[in-house]
């Protein structure tokens, strides 16, 4: 390295690319809170991404026009401006189009790889007897079913003030098991009053003992119900615990407080409420429990650590991407390469924290924003010329 060459690394970017990725996941979530279920998955990904991307990239641009150690003063005066120009099309487009890719391609593989076992809890209070005379819960959940794919299993709970365990953990490809499961389903009867507490401590036992809680296999609740119930929160802490969603479904509920205590249950479970006014809409509405499934989302996190090399290749390309854009909006040929090679490092470091930190997406955001700045470091750039880099 020459004598009027050198190695330089802004703590500047560096504070504020994690800022950025900070101050990105904290208005990801709510945007995620906001879109919840309401559109579809590659699309709120492309939201969150876009949003991620639009705060560390514009965090780090911030940081060098008020501290131009990478790029210098008189990058500054004469092409500062022209950055900022194209800075919102060149943060957001290119990371909006990858968040959707990189759901999409989650999504193909989580399909067809991760088995599933779903806990459906059926409401057979005596009220059902007037609500759904003809059943028509029992036929949704059976045509639920039938779009399980074949590694899934289910297991079917019947309960009123006690709670049953209708049909045992059963792998719905196996042979005989939608005929099984329907003789049984269709066998429930109503009968006695409505509890909760009894059914959801009970389905619980049932995911410990079937061991549905360990790494490799998703768990969800799905809940049914026409009534309502006092619930102690202290029985939703397990679930939340082990990152189990309750997904809640609520029809022709006769006591608000029926739809508040299922629309509360899915809530702190980070699980979905459904609420159906007729019985007949059962069907329809039931059809989009199954998309929203954890294996599906890939900003899920999942409690302990679990090996993905998928998850991390692709948050090691939105890691590139972010620092290509930084990269391209400095226009400097000597911070370029180095940029790229500390997106690449940053995306992984990011997607191996996804695998280890099962509660946020707060650390592996800031790693996405915090480390590439650093690679400056290995970048050879002019030492004190002035003159445009």
């Known amino acids: 390295m ?3 060459q050198i190695m330089k ?7 504020f690319g994690a800022g950025g990725g900070a101050i990105g ?6 945007i995620l809170i906001l879109t919840f279920r309401d559109i579809p998955m590659p699309l709120q990904v492309a939201l969150y ?3 991620l991307g639009f705060f560390i990239v514009g965090m780090c641009l911030l940081a060098e026009t008020l501290f131009p150690i990478i790029n210098g003063v008189h990058w500054k005066r004469n092409y500062a401006g022209i950055s900022w120009r194209y800075f919102l099309p060149a943060a957001v487009i290119p990371l909006l189009a990858w968040g959707a890719l990189m ?6 593989e989580r399909i067809s790889e991760t088995p599933q076992h779903i806990y459906i809890l059926i409401d057979r209070s005596g009220s059902m007897g007037w609500n759904d005379p003809h059943d ?15 590694i899934d299993s289910v297991e079917i709970i019947a309960f009123d003030h006690l709670s049953d365990v209708t049909i045992p953990l059963i792998n719905v490809g196996s042979d005989g098991a939608r005929e099984a499961i329907a003789e049984e389903v269709f066998a429930i009867v109503p009968i006695g009053g409505t509890q909760f507490d009894v059914t959801l401590r009970h389905a619980f036992e049932r995911i410990v003992e079937n061991g549905s809680y360990l790494p490799g296999i998703q768990t969800s609740v799905i809940l049914l119900s026409d009534g309502f119930s006092y619930l102690d929160e202290r029985i939703l802490h397990s679930f939340i615990d082990q990152n189990i969603p309750v997904h809640t479904v609520g029809f022709a509920l006769p006591d608000i407080r029926g739809e508040e205590m299922l629309e509360f249950i899915a809530t702190r479970t980070n699980g979905m409420f459904v609420l159906v006014d007729v019985v007949e809409e059962l069907d329809a509405e039931m059809h989009q429990l199954y998309q929203v499934l954890p294996t599906r989302f890939i900003l899920h996190t999942e409690p302990g650590w679990h090996f993905d090399i998928l998850q991390w290749l692709l948050y090691a390309v939105a ?10 909006l400095f226009d400097n040929r000597y911070t370029f390469r180095p940029l790229i090679l500390g997106g690449i490092i940053g995306g992984i470091a990011a997607g191996v924290a996804l695998s280890a930190v099962s509660w946020s997406l707060l650390i592996p955001n800031i790693l996405l924003g915090a480390v590439f700045p650093l690679f400056t470091l290995f970048s050879r750039t002019p030492s004190t010329t002035g003159k445009s880099i």
């Open 136 to 150: 028509e819960r029992l036929d949704a959940v059976m045509r639920l079913i039938d779009i399980f794919n074949p």
């Open 103 to 108: 759901q999409a391609i989650f999504q193909w």
């Open 25 to 30: 996941y904290f208005v990801g979530e709510w």
């Open 319 to 328: 890691g590139t991407i972010v620092a290509l854009i930084s990269a391209l």
């Open 9 to 15: 690394v802004s703590p500047a970017m560096l504070i």
């Open 2 to 4: 020459g004598r009027d």
């Open 49 to 51: 991404m876009a949003v």
